[in-house]
Antibody, heavy 119, light 110 residues
Framework: QVQLVESGGGLVKPGGSLRLSCAAS????????MSWVRQAPGKGLECVAY????????DYADSVKGRFTISRDNAKNSLYLQMNRLRVEDTAVYYC????????????WGLGTMVTVSS | QSALTQPRSVSGSPGQSVTISCTGT?????????VSWFQQHPGKAPKLMIY???KRPSGVPDRFSGSKSGNTASLTISGLQAEDEADYYC??????????FGSGTKVTVL
């Protein structure tokens, strides 16, 4: 079945780095744009990074620009988020989300991976 | 980009209808017909309920409907059921591959 599975979350000190991965299955990964969406504890949703089907177009929220890097490997059906210079306010559940073909919406979400930034 | 404005909470009895508003700007909700709505139960991932303002994905009950007027979008849940109790978030495309979410609304079934 169509599925997204995130991994790579954990506890890291401020200023540290983490790399999140998202494994896709059950659909043609290269046909869909993808995003990372995060949710801080008790808070709302924030789209932090977007990548087009080929990876040629990338965009970031201002809150992470210059610190986070989104990438994808269509041969491995995988999406990544390299997070550097992490801050306490980056603490959140990070979701991998699939773009809906022909629209601007996210139709499939992973279960999320928790990132905690604390000293 | 500021979050879209939603009421903090709405409530209704089983069988009643509730409507959640989502107010944006001329740069997002008003400009694009790419408003979507998500349902999120505690500890779970968001689930797409409405996309392109008023379209329902396969499997979403027709009790859920969406609309838009100017810079305000709305989600209506008709025939409210106990399992509809959850948080609901709107989302709008805002151009240049950016998306803005709403602040979230807690729906309580009395």
């Amino acid at each position: 079945q169509v599925q997204l599975v995130e991994s790579g979350g954990g506890l890291v000190k401020p200023g540290g780095s983490l790399r999140l991965s998202c494994a896709a299955s059950g659909f043609i990964f290269s046909d869909h744009y993808m995003s990372w969406v995060r949710q801080a504890p008790g808070k709302g949703l924030e789209c932090v990074a977007y990548i087009s089907t080929s990876g040629s177009t990338i965009d970031y929220a201002d809150s992470v620009k210059g610190r986070f890097t989104i990438s994808r490997d269509n041969a491995k059906n995988s999406l990544y988020l390299q997070m550097n210079r992490l801050r306490v306010e980056d603490t959140a559940v990070y979701y991998c989300a699939r773009g809906l073909w022909g629209s601007a919406a996210f139709d499939i979400w992973g279960l999320g991976t928790m990132v905690t930034v604390s000293s | 980009q500021s979050a879209l404005t939603q009421p903090r909470s709405v409530s209704g009895s089983p069988g009643q209808s509730v409507t959640i508003s989502c107010t944006g700007t001329n740069s997002d909700v008003a400009f694009y017909n790419y408003v979507s709505w998500f349902q999120q139960h505690p500890g779970k991932a968001p689930k797409l309920m409405i996309y392109d303002v008023s379209k329902r994905p396969s499997g979403v009950p027709d009790r859920f409907s969406g609309s838009k007027s100017g810079n305000t979008a709305s989600l209506t849940i008709s025939g409210l059921q106990a399992e509809d109790e959850a948080d609901y978030y709107c989302c709008s495309y805002a151009g240049s591959y950016t998306y803005v979410f709403g602040s979230g609304t807690k729906v309580t079934v009395l």
